[in-house]
């Protein structure tokens, strides 16, 4: 079982601040996905990297996948409250059936 | 599409009562999966389905529970006896394929809050 550690746990800024979270593991992995998840709801993916060193953004949101393939960062510019939730990163190995790391959990106050 | 749609939102229920949580995937969709999820845990794999097929089940705790997929658009999953540490949220989440050729991401539905009194 691939083990995947995000950090920070927990997160809590205001408005317009910048935030990255992290997805880190020892192995490789063949895909890497974030979902974010509200409260009440399922996760909803974000994006999927496929390949070391890329790099996605999709709006405020700019997502990398490590060189190497074993790690991930998500980075938010001028966080708005709307991006509260849990960030979930899932990575997907020989398997190709994807495992969760246990989430960031980010408040973004007004 | 209307999207993964799990049944009942919300199931409190005695010690030692069957439940049945239920799921119907997106159309088209080759594999579906039945998660749980704990603020201890975090989400865990209990079991996924290719083409209606049980793939893995190895992530399933006991013998108390049970998964089945009679057809492509229609899951459940059984526990019997239930017990208070059974209490999470179980989803149910469906793929358009995962494999060598890549993984089109999980959708999943909104999850089923059970609590085991």
């Known amino acids: 079982t691939q083990l995947l550690e995000q950090s920070p746990q927990f997160l809590s800024i205001q408005e317009g601040e910048n935030l990255t979270v992290y997805c880190n593991s020892s192995?490789?992995?063949?895909?890497l996905q974030w979902y974010r998840q509200e409260p009440g709801e399922g996760p909803v993916l974000l994006v999927t990297?496929?390949?070391?060193?890329e790099v996605k953004k999709l709006k405020r949101l700019t997502f990398q996948f490590g060189d190497a393939r074993k790690d991930s960062s998500l980075h938010i510019t001028a966080a708005q409250p709307g991006d509260t939730g849990l960030y979930l990163c899932?990575?997907?190995?020989?398997?190709?059936?994807?495992?969760f790391g246990r989430g960031t959990s980010l408040i973004v106050h007004p | 599409d209307a999207g993964v749609i799990q049944s009942p939102r919300h199931e409190v229920t005695e010690m030692g009562q069957e439940v049945t949580l239920r799921c119907k995937p997106i159309?088209?969709?080759?594999?579906l999966f039945w998660y749980r999820q704990t603020m201890m845990r975090g989400l865990e794999l209990l079991i996924y389905?290719?083409?209606?097929?049980?793939?893995?089940d190895s992530g399933m705790p006991e013998d108390r529970f049970s998964a089945k997929m009679p057809n492509a658009s229609f899951s459940t999953l059984k526990i019997q006896p239930s017990e208070p540490r059974d209490s999470a949220v179980y989803f149910c989440?469906?793929?358009?394929?995962?494999?060598?050729?890549?993984?089109?991401?999980?959708?999943f539905g909104s999850g089923t809050r059970l609590t085991v009194v």
């Open positions: 989440a469906s793929s358009l394929q995962v494999g060598p050729q890549g993984s089109s991401g999980y959708t």
């Open positions: 192995s490789v992995f063949s895909s």
């Open positions: 990297v496929v390949t070391g060193g």
């Open positions: 899932a990575g997907a190995g020989g398997s190709y059936i994807p495992t």
């Open positions: 159309s088209g969709h080759n594999s």
């Open positions: 389905f290719n083409n209606n097929v049980p793939i893995d």
